[in-house]
């Protein structure tokens, strides 16, 4: 058993994990080596959601645009419930975070005059997504790892899982870990925490996300007493690759961008039957879209066409998800159209947060998509994810080196359980009663089964697997009880009983 302090303890390592630990590093405290750091990850460090965005990161930069379009486009899409400061907040933020990202050495793409060449993305009036190539976030989480390995007064404990947390009296806050590869528990103790935990996708059955994304974080919190909001605000990607392999493939906003066209099974491009914006309307939008066409015709997807895009430009743009069609379909996208359905991939809502991205409990941070910030109101802007995690990141900063005086530690006992849960059972009970379209007889059967199934678990000896599967089950249920809270339908939250707040 281990048992050291640090002052601050940073759970994950995407790009809110990352940007956090590299804001405080460039502080007087820590360059002066008067503050500790620890930076914890589940998994290795570049296992993150960060290393597959795609896309980009959306901020303001090219004439034409200015931050009234960009809070505007935010607005729009998060169907006006964001918090109209921190949206002005964040993207006012947007250039100088950029140049920051660009100061720790990620590369975004040049266009022929060496200026940054932006694109755009569904619900964006302007190009202001800046991108490298298609793997955007690989650039990124590359860049930042880097500057792990030079700090000695920072400790990287990689493949250790945070399993349950307890604040003692005196506001400590106790860890219980495993370290996966040694097969053992320690403890750390800290006075400021931060759970940067990513998302929920493994709650779906198909998901663009990594398999780290169990929504630990949620549940973390949760338990130690912050306010949890808007779980079931979860953003459905419109094309995802259709497949029958585990591999659940994004094909990126930004080839819609560059005009590729959505199309049924009979080849009509239907998005001018349901948006003005056609191909490029939010993506609430053309995933309700999408479902409605495929319902109509009984396809099991719809069919994204890039064939009249020039082989250039998919080469130099979209190497990856060509290959990766290549390899998974036997696809050539420049002279095959690509089969897609929508796929769950990001949670709008989370952990509550304050504007330096505090919980409701004093000392307890949440950063990047395991917090809801107000930023992405009912539905999430493509690309400004990225953006939301680094901007809290800095925002939280200066709060974070404000330390309480002398905390000292008071013992506490962790009560491990862990239970046997069919995670499969899990997944495919959100996926059938909690994706784009649900309505209260399939949730309400939903959330007894899961009840069922937490009534019903059987005592195991503890292995990460299952521990997730039960923080899973637990955060399912969260997530439906709140989809049952809903009065009205708004953004991404569609239940077709309640009264829309919007025409489709
Ligand atoms: C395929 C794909 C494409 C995307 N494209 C874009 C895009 O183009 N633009 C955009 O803005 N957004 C995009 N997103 C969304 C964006 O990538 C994520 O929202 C963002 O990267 C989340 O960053 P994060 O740091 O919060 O979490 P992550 O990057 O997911 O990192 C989570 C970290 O938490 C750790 N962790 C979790 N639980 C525990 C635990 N219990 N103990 C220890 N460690 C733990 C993990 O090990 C990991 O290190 C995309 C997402 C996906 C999946």
């Given at each position: 058993m281990r048992h050291p302090h640090f002052d601050?303890?940073?759970?994950?390592?995407?790009?809110?994990?990352?940007?956090?630990?590299?804001?405080?590093?460039?502080?007087?405290?820590?360059?002066?080596?008067?503050?500790?750091?620890?930076?914890?990850?589940?998994?290795?460090?570049?296992?993150?959601?960060?290393?597959?965005?795609?896309?980009?990161?959306?901020?303001?930069?090219?004439?034409?645009?200015?931050?009234?379009?960009?809070?505007?486009?935010?607005?729009?899409?998060?169907?006006?419930?964001?918090?109209?400061?921190?949206?002005?907040?964040?993207?006012?933020?947007?250039?100088?975070?950029?140049?920051?990202?660009?100061?720790?050495?990620?590369?975004?793409?040049?266009?022929?005059?060496?200026?940054?060449?932006?694109?755009?993305?569904?619900?964006?009036?302007?190009?202001?997504?800046?991108?490298?190539?298609?793997?955007?976030?690989?650039?990124?989480?590359?860049?930042?790892?880097q500057y792990l390995s030079d700090s000695t007064n920072a400790k990287?404990?990689?493949?250790?899982?945070?399993?349950?947390?307890?604040?003692?009296?005196?506001?400590?806050?106790?860890?219980?870990?495993?370290?996966?590869?040694?097969?053992?528990?320690?403890?750390?103790?800290?006075?400021?925490?931060?759970?940067?935990?990513?998302?929920?996708?493994?709650?779906y059955s198909k998901t663009t996300n990594q398999q780290i994304a169990t929504g630990d974080g949620i549940l973390i919190a949760e338990k130690l007493g912050a306010t949890i909001e808007n779980l079931s605000y979860v953003q459905f990607h419109p094309t995802g690759l259709f497949h029958d392999g585990n591999i659940s493939f994004l094909v990126s906003e930004a080839l819609r961008g560059a005009g590729a066209v959505l199309r049924n099974q009979q080849g009509e491009a239907f998005m001018r039957q349901y948006d003005k914006r056609l191909d490029l309307a939010p993506r609430d939008i053309v995933s309700r879209a999408i479902i409605t066409e495929m319902g109509k015709n009984g396809e099991a997807f719809v069919l994204l066409d890039a064939t009249h895009l020039s082989t250039e430009l998919i080469d130099q743009h979209f190497p990856a998800i060509k290959a990766h069609c290549k390899t998974l379909l036997n696809i050539d996208i420049t002279n095959e159209m690509i089969p897609v359905v929508p796929i769950q991939h990001y949670s709008c809502g989370g952990v509550k947060v304050?504007?330096?991205?505090?919980?409701?409990?004093?000392?307890?941070?949440?950063?990047?998509?395991?917090?809801?910030?107000?930023?992405?109101?009912?539905?999430?802007?493509?690309?400004?994810?990225?953006?939301?995690?680094?901007?809290?990141?800095?925002?939280?900063?200066?709060?974070?080196?404000?330390?309480?005086?002398?905390?000292?530690?008071?013992?506490?006992t962790f009560k491990l359980k862990?239970?046997?849960?069919?995670?499969?059972?899990i997944q495919q009970l959100l996926s059938q009663h909690t994706g784009i379209i649900k309505n209260t007889k399939g949730l309400k059967a939903a959330l007894s089964a899961l009840q069922n199934l937490k009534s019903n678990a059987i005592d195991v000896a503890f292995n990460p697997h299952d521990h997730t599967s039960g923080v899973l089950l637990e955060v399912g249920i969260m997530l439906i009880e709140d989809a049952l809270k809903q009065q009205k339908n708004r953004g991404v939250f569609y239940n077709e009983d309640l009264v829309n707040d919007f025409v489709l």
């Open positions: 601050i303890v940073i759970v994950g390592s995407g790009i809110a994990g990352l940007s956090t630990f590299l804001y405080l590093s460039e502080s007087e405290a820590f360059k002066a080596r008067e503050i500790s750091i620890c930076l914890i990850a589940k998994s290795t460090v570049e296992t993150t959601n960060t290393a597959w965005a795609q896309g980009g990161i959306a901020a303001v930069h090219a004439m034409g645009d200015d931050f009234e379009k960009h809070i505007g486009d935010t607005m729009v899409a998060g169907a006006y419930l964001n918090d109209i400061e921190i949206v002005r907040k964040v993207v006012e933020a947007g250039p100088a975070l950029l140049n920051d990202l660009i100061r720790w050495g990620t590369c975004f793409d040049k266009n022929a005059t060496n200026d940054y060449d932006l694109a755009k993305e569904g619900g964006h009036s302007e190009a202001r997504i800046w991108h490298a190539e298609d793997q955007t976030g690989h650039a990124i989480q590359s860049a930042l790892m990287v404990q990689e493949n250790t899982l945070l399993v349950d947390v307890i604040k003692d009296t005196n506001g400590l806050f106790h860890l219980h870990l495993f370290d996966e590869l040694n097969n053992i528990f320690f403890e750390t103790t800290t006075s400021k925490l931060v759970l940067a935990t990513g998302g929920t996708g493994m709650l304050d504007a330096f991205g505090e919980t409701s409990v004093s000392g307890l941070y949440a950063i990047g998509e395991v917090a809801s910030t107000g930023l992405h109101g009912a539905n999430r802007l493509a690309s400004n994810s990225l953006l939301e995690a680094i901007a809290f990141a800095k925002f939280a900063t200066e709060k974070l080196l404000d330390f309480p005086a002398d905390q000292q530690a008071v013992p506490v862990c239970h046997g849960i069919d995670r499969n059972q």
